[in-house]
């Protein structure tokens, strides 16, 4: 059992910057892929980053490509999410999700674990 925390979520402007980390309980985290999804309200859960088990593999999505950088701290058993330049289109709740394998996964079907999440708003 993996259970999983979001944090660094607010209010900010846009072009501005914020920092999401999601802290994970249990052992054996660096058996996780981890990625991070996004829900805007009245549209389906999108992905957005994701990162292999040792952190030297990750993928984004166009949207946020260039802008969002995902990493992880296996010691400390914690996902980041980095967003710089952020749009008002970034709006949303943001959720990190782990899944056992050794490489990245990008369909939220390939997750077993879910964080609450954590609202993102960026003002125009």
């Known amino acids: 059992q993996v259970d999983l925390v979001e944090s660094g979520g607010g209010l900010v402007q846009a072009g501005g910057s914020l920092r999401l980390s999601c802290a994970a309980s249990?052992?054996?985290?660096?058996?996780?892929?981890m990625g991070w999804f996004r829900q805007a309200p009245g549209s389906e859960r999108e992905f957005v980053a994701a990162?292999?088990?040792?952190?030297?593999?990750?993928t984004y999505s166009d949207p946020v490509k260039g802008r969002f950088t995902i990493s992880r701290e296996n010691f400390a058993n914690t996902m980041y999410l980095q967003m710089n330049s952020l749009k008002p289109d970034d709006t949303a709740v943001y959720y990190c999700?782990?899944?056992?394998?050794?490489?990245?996964?990008?369909?939220?079907?390939?997750?077993?674990?879910w964080g609450q999440g954590t609202q993102v708003t960026v003002s125009s």
């Open positions: 990162i292999n088990w040792s952190g030297d593999d990750t």
């Open positions: 249990g052992r054996f985290f660096t058996r996780f892929s």
């Open positions: 999700a782990g899944a056992r394998g050794s490489g990245y996964y990008i369909a939220p079907t390939d997750y077993e674990y």
